[in-house]
């Protein structure tokens, strides 16, 4: 029997959450053992295996420390009997790349807006959040520009942008990115039925 992986898992982040929708869309969800940490305070076994002391980071079954969600879901890819979710080679590998980049990017933008957020009022920065925030904005139109092209497809762009959007929902309820942005909100509602993403939505 193969031992399982270790994933270090937040369940509020949205580069786990995107692991995770891929592990379950893949079927690898039943080789992954999760070890929940709060990634803002020192953790001892997560600083050693990745010493950004970020989450995600996977330690594979040979012992291996991968991170981060790119690396480790480019790892996962090759795991699996199914469809690959990141394209082998050429423009299509490209696209997906892209958009993958896109979309963490946002989520970053998103998570650096938010931490700045919950710090004590007399430090936070409005113009750094401000920042964070128009880049998000310009994310989604070009995500706008582009939904309609993706038709069925659910492979790591679109994997990552799913779950960039289920944070903007989570942290930025009061934000509602979809009004001016129909194509995108129709495709994320489809989306967000799945059952991978059901399973991973953030509560709390
Ligand atoms: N580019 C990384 C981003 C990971 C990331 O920013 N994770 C956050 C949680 S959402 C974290 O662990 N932050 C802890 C820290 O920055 O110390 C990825 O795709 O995995």
Aim: glycine share 8%.
């Amino acid at each position: 029997m193969t031992s399982l992986m270790k994933l270090f898992h937040s369940p509020f982040s949205p580069f786990v959450r995107k692991v995770m929708v891929f592990v379950m869309e893949t079927g690898l969800d039943t080789r992954i053992e999760r070890v929940t940490v709060n990634p803002w305070e020192p953790h001892a076994e997560l600083g050693e295996a990745n010493p950004l002391g970020k989450v995600p980071t996977l330690i594979t079954d040979d012992g291996m420390n991968l991170y981060d969600s790119a690396v480790i879901c480019e790892y996962l890819d090759v795991l699996h009997n199914g469809p690959d979710l990141i394209p082998h080679a050429g423009p299509e590998r490209l696209k997906a790349l892209r958009l993958e980049a896109l979309a963490d990017g946002m989520a970053e933008a998103a998570v650096l807006r938010r931490m700045e957020s919950v710090r004590p009022v007399a430090l936070q920065s409005e113009d750094w959040m401000g920042l964070q925030a128009r880049t998000v904005g310009r994310a989604l139109d070009a995500l706008e520009q582009e939904v309609e092209s993706w038709g069925q497809l659910f492979g790591i762009g679109q994997i990552s942008v799913a779950c960039a959007l289920g944070y903007l929902d989570f942290r930025f309820s009061h934000e509602p990115w979809g009004s001016s942005r129909p194509g995108l909100a129709a495709w994320y509602a489809r989306i967000a039925q799945r059952p991978a993403m059901i399973a991973t939505e953030p509560k709390g």
